[in-house]
């Protein structure tokens, strides 16, 4: 029953560094996203995945990657952290079109 | 123009009072919506979704008006664990059928 799970929950960066944000989910959903929360603000797409193999840009991608290996992980890598990344990660999957998404809890990243 | 446009509010209400929240969509292609319900420093939750049909959920009522582009959410009989912030929410067509957020608005119910 873990849905959609995201590790590590916290953590804190210093500018410059890099770091993996893991995402992985067991409900077989082939859409899979990455979104970022400011403070006040709404999610913003990062970066999307309609199946294994297959990723596209969202709103705001820049400073980021991703990779989609397999249907269950889509990890998210942040290359040269900056503070203007400091937010809230969340990761997302929903079975396909007009389907509800399920997120994961959320990785609290601060860039320092 | 925001894609998904809501007022922030907050709206602080009585318990026991209904409260109407409204959001409006400019990409006319959208092809589904959604009202989410986020806690503070929680994920998202789906809350309902919105039919062209209007659809209720025990005390909740969404309606969707597509020549108006404009959504509604309801709440009759407000608790103190409705306080939230709720986020609406369009699908597009094509592009991963991305999901798009408003900003979401605040509800605080008071006893």
């Known amino acids: 029953n873990a849905g959609v799970t995201q590790t590590p929950k916290f953590r804190i960066l210093k500018i410059g560094q890099s770091m993996t944000l893991q995402c992985t989910q067991d409900?077989?959903?082939?859409?899979m996203y990455w979104y970022r929360q400011d403070p006040g603000m709404g999610l913003k797409l990062i970066y999307y995945s309609v199946g294994a193999g297959i990723t596209d840009k969202g709103e705001v991608p820049n400073g980021y990657n991703v990779s989609r290996s397999t249907t269950e992980d889509f990890p998210l890598r942040l290359e040269l952290a900056a503070p203007s990344q400091t937010s809230v990660y969340f990761c997302?999957?929903?079975?396909?079109?007009?389907?509800?998404?399920?997120f994961g809890q959320g990785t609290r990243l601060t860039v320092v | 123009r925001k894609e998904v446009e809501q007022d922030p509010g907050p709206f602080n209400v009585p318990e026991g009072a209904t409260v109407a929240f409204n959001c409006t969509y400019s990409?006319?292609?959208?092809?589904?919506f959604f009202w989410y319900r986020q806690d503070c420093r929680k994920e998202p939750k789906l809350l309902m979704s919105?039919?062209?049909s209007g659809n209720e959920d025990g005390r909740f009522t969404a309606q969707l008006n597509r020549a108006s582009q404009y959504i509604s959410l309801l709440i009759r009989d407000s608790k103190l664990s409705d306080s939230a912030t709720y986020l609406c929410?369009?699908?597009?067509?094509?592009?991963?059928?991305?999901?798009?957020f408003g900003t979401g608005t605040q509800l605080k119910v008071e006893l």
């Open positions: 929410v369009s699908r597009g067509a094509g592009g991963g059928n991305k999901l798009t």
């Open positions: 409900m077989n959903h082939n859409y």
């Open positions: 990409n006319s292609a959208s092809q589904s």
């Open positions: 997302a999957s929903s079975r396909g079109e007009a389907t509800e998404a399920f």
């Open positions: 919105v039919y062209s």
